[in-house]
């Protein structure tokens, strides 16, 4: 009989993406794969484009929506459970895994109601409410980053899930050998973009003697595009922009130093890859995780820490002098990176949730 396994991941690719990734490798074992998630979150996009049935459930986020969201909130939970225990009775899964988003809290209580074996993956240091709550009955809690949850909680150290792709890129030893010319900079801002990065990117290349010093592209974000297109136009740097990357395989291949924030996935996708970064973490973050975050790639020199609050042209400009004539540190710190990578995840957590079915 085949085994049929409800993934709840949405809102944004920090958990859409490690989720396909595991989504992938469940399918690869003849695993019926299906998905929960919200109507205005990117899995609305990305998830039936990679042949995944997806079941909607009406949940927003409490956080930033004043004193009525918070006074509705509670009769909107309970509505969004009903409607998860409704998908869940139509599906019939064997295990459901949450991976983050709005939709896994509501999922994941309506499974433990119907005694549905429940996994879920917290992909950052410090773990969101959601997984926080649903820890208290989860049968395994995995977590992305070491000792993100309590020592009594007994968390499964996994890593965080990565495409099979992006681990299969060449070690930076060989794919840095001849590199020579501009600086190869890979801008992103996470998969909504960062106003930020789209602002002051622009203007530290800006500062630069001669214009052939850098080769640039940059993820800016749907709502961003226009703006972060006009900021390159009026400092006149010839820049790839665009709203979204969606092969970001190629994208950290080519790369020789990466300008993002410090998302869960950003941080495992440059270990994999194997490139160095100058990390600007979201500043408004739950419990500032993206700090968090980065801490490792920080202490191996894979990374340089920029917080937003002092982030400035001149500054960023400074840093990135420092690589013009200096290759070797950017070797040092994409070799650094590979050194903190730990593959295979997607296949741990398939393996993990399959055991979770034989045990139920």
Known sequence: MTTRVLIMAGGTGGHVFPALAVAGELRSRDCDVFWMGTANGIEAKLVPAAGYPLTYINVKGLRGNGMMGWL?????????????ITAIKKIKP???????GFASGPGGFAAWLLRVPVVIHEQNAIPGMTNRLLAKFAKQILEGFTQSFDTSQEAVWVGNPVRASIEAIAAPDSRFANRVGPIRLLVLGGSLGAKALNNVVPQAIAL????????IKHQSGERHFVPCQQNYNAANIKADVTPFIADMTSAYAWADLVICRAGALTIAELAASGVGAILVPYPYAVDDHQTHNASALMTSGAAILMPEDTLTAEGLFKQLSV??????QLLNMANAARSQAKLGTAKVVADICLKEVTHA
């Open 94 to 100: 064997d295990v459901v895994l949450g991976m983050g």
């Open 72 to 84: 509705l909130a509670p009769f909107k939970l309970v509505k969004a459970v009903f409607e998860a």
């Open 323 to 328: 690589f013009i004539n200096d290759r070797e």
């Open 208 to 215: 630069a003697d001669e214009t052939n010093l850098f080769e």
